[in-house]
T-cell receptor, first 115, second 113 residues
């Protein structure tokens, strides 16, 4: 049981480059989301999805794009990387809406550095 | 403004000792409160989830309490082990269709031999 799988684990980008962080879950969860974690701050929601074909913005969506073509996958795209996007990114999934009592499972994180 | 405040920011204890981490929140409406453990370089892992009606929940050596009246929660770790060294994150859900989660900044616990 793989749970939530994120790739790559580490990535260095140059300013202006684009890339995609991959996230896949094998638990048939409807709800998936992306967070970023910065030093001295709590996790902040970037984008989330309540099911295939449905996505919405979180607290800090600027500079990021998502799509949800299947239940399993929820990639996060950085359109034109900026140094302010240097962070650790976590993908998460849960059976039901995140505000309910269902466990939220996190991936192992993707460390992104933009130079 | 919905906020989750954790204290202390960091804590060092000796192996075998007990400790208690605090979480105060100003979140409305309240749906549930979660504690997560995050090892260095890893993703957060769920320890407990408590709804409004639950005032205590255990997971092995971890016991979480919730006082919804005072909007306070604590995480008590019994007989600490070196593997308990991690950041512990309190997360409060404001409920609603978006399931708005408010994350605390975490308490970094170091257990020394």
């Amino acid at each position: 049981n793989a749970g939530v799988t994120q790739t790559p684990k580490f990535q260095v980008l140059k300013t202006g480059q684009s890339m995609t962080l991959q996230c896949a879950q094998d638990m048939n969860h409807e709800y998936m989301s992306w967070y970023r974690q910065d030093p001295g701050m709590g996790l902040r929601l970037i984008h989330y999805s309540v099911g295939a074909g449905i996505t919405d913005q979180g607290e800090v969506p600027n500079g990021y794009n998502v799509s949800r073509s299947t239940t399993e996958d929820f990639p996060l795209r950085l359109l034109s990387a900026a140094p302010s996007q240097t962070s650790v990114y976590f993908c998460a999934s849960s059976y039901s809406i995140q505000g309910s009592g269902n466990t939220i499972y996190f991936g192992e994180g993707s460390w992104l550095t933009v130079v | 403004k919905n906020q989750v405040e954790q204290s202390p920011q960091s804590l060092i204890i000796l192996e075998g000792k007990n400790c208690t981490l605090q979480c105060n929140y100003t979140v409305s409406p309240f749906s549930n409160l979660r504690w997560y453990k995050q090892d260095t370089g890893r993703g957060p892992v769920s320890l407990t989830i408590m709804t409004f009606s639950e005032n205590t929940k255990s997971n092995g050596r971890y016991t979480a309490t919730l006082d919804a009246d005072t909007k306070q929660s604590s995480l008590h770790i019994t007989a600490s082990q070196l593997s308990d060294s991690a950041s512990y994150i309190c997360v409060v859900s404001a409920g609603g269709s978006q399931g708005n989660l408010i994350f605390g900044k975490g308490t970094k616990l170091s257990v020394k031999p």
